[in-house]
């Protein structure tokens, strides 16, 4: 259940209190599972990529086109996943997006609009 807009005001003003009154206690509440979990996915990811390298280079050298193909398959594969966790990781002191939040009501919104 979404918090009202009144509640939502209610709990920004808490936690801004809290960042100026104890900026580190609040960094340390403020969890960083998400930002760690999309660091982790980007370094498989670029792992995954160098294996596509290694693949595509084996498939050239044996002449195995289907190796090759497989190779660049993982390569753009692992791409795509370095690039939307990269983009999807919240900034350092920033929350990440809440359903419920200013961010989703504002996104709400604008697909109503259209």
Known sequence: MP???????MLEQMERALYAEDPKFATALEGSGLRTYTRR???????????GIALL???????????SVV?????????VLAVTGWRKA?????????????????????????
């Open 71 to 79: 190779g660049f398959l993982v390569m753009l594969g692992c791409a």
């Open 90 to 114: 919240p900034k350092p002191g920033e929350q990440p997006a809440t359903p419920g939040g200013p961010a989703a009501r504002r996104q709400a919104r604008q697909r109503r609009s259209v």
């Open 57 to 67: 280079m084996a498939g050239m050298v044996t002449v195995q086109i289907w190796l």
């Open 41 to 51: 996915r980007v370094y498989q990811a670029v792992a995954g990529f160098l294996v």
């Open 3 to 9: 918090l009202s807009e009144h509640e939502q005001r």
